[in-house]
């Protein structure tokens, strides 16, 4: 690999751990945002998603200069591609973390979560920090033995996922109809954050090995 081109793949890099960053500042400032009513904090979270779309672009422009100005090996082909699926993922998070401030928004003053599951959310914005930290751990260190504290993360997500489903279809639940379809979609939020991450992972480790993407498992 020329000195020009390991230059190239590692600025696309540094942008995509960037990106980690980005979306797990955003996704941390939506958690209080629901929490907490926090209006402000909410349109801060929304306003700030435009960064994460351009920082996408920026990759995906990058990656297409990269193959259509250079010859690029198998492995740096491999490498340029997942780049640009790893960016489309990590957009997909902002994405999700915005949704979830709008979610506070549109509520707004009134907060969204009932007091008996503020603690289950709180601790699905604590996983979403831990898992998108260690994704871009993966990202910047190529290190795939993370691998498998991000799995361990993701099944923590769904645990809660589902047990939050299950208590909005309990019968003893008396926050009615519009609360329970809040419940759902901001459970799923979180839910679908986590699983973004694990496909980032995947796409590291299809890099790094070589192995089809569809063949990578995380939890070894």
């Given amino acids: 690999m020329s000195t020009g081109a390991s230059d190239a793949l590692t600025s696309v890099n540094a942008d995509l751990v960037r990106m980690t960053r980005l979306v797990g500042s955003a996704m941390n400032r939506a958690t ?3 929490l907490d009513a926090d209006l402000s904090l909410a349109e801060g979270v929304i306003a700030s998603d435009a960064q994460v779309d351009t ?11 990269f193959v259509r100005l250079r010859q690029p090996s198998p492995s ?3 490498g340029v591609i997942g780049a640009v699926r790893i960016a489309a993922s990590l957009e997909r998070m902002g994405d999700l973390a915005e949704h979830i401030a709008k979610q506070a928004r549109m509520r707004y003053p009134r907060e969204v979560v009932p007091q008996e599951l503020r603690a289950t959310f709180a601790m ?3 996983v979403a920090e831990e898992i998108v930290s ?3 751990a993966v990202i910047a260190t190529r290190d795939v033995s993370l691998a498998a504290d991000i799995a361990r993360h993701d099944s923590e997500m769904d645990r809660m996922h589902r047990e939050l489903f299950t208590i909005v279809l309990s019968p003893g639940w008396v926050h ?3 609360a329970a379809i809040d419940i759902t979609l901001l459970s799923r939020y979180y839910e679908r954050y986590a699983d973004h ?3 980032v992972t995947r796409r590291v480790v299809t890099i790094v090995t070589g192995e089809p993407y569809t063949g990578v498992t995380l939890d070894g």
Avoid: N, P
């Fill in 176 to 178: 009615g109809v519009e």
């Fill in 76 to 78: 740096e082909l491999r």
């Fill in 55 to 65: 920082l996408s672009s920026t990759i995906e422009d990058s990656c297409f200069d």
């Fill in 197 to 199: 991450a694990v496909s």
């Fill in 32 to 34: 209080q945002a629901l």
């Fill in 124 to 126: 699905m914005g604590a």
């Fill in 134 to 136: 260690k994704t871009g």
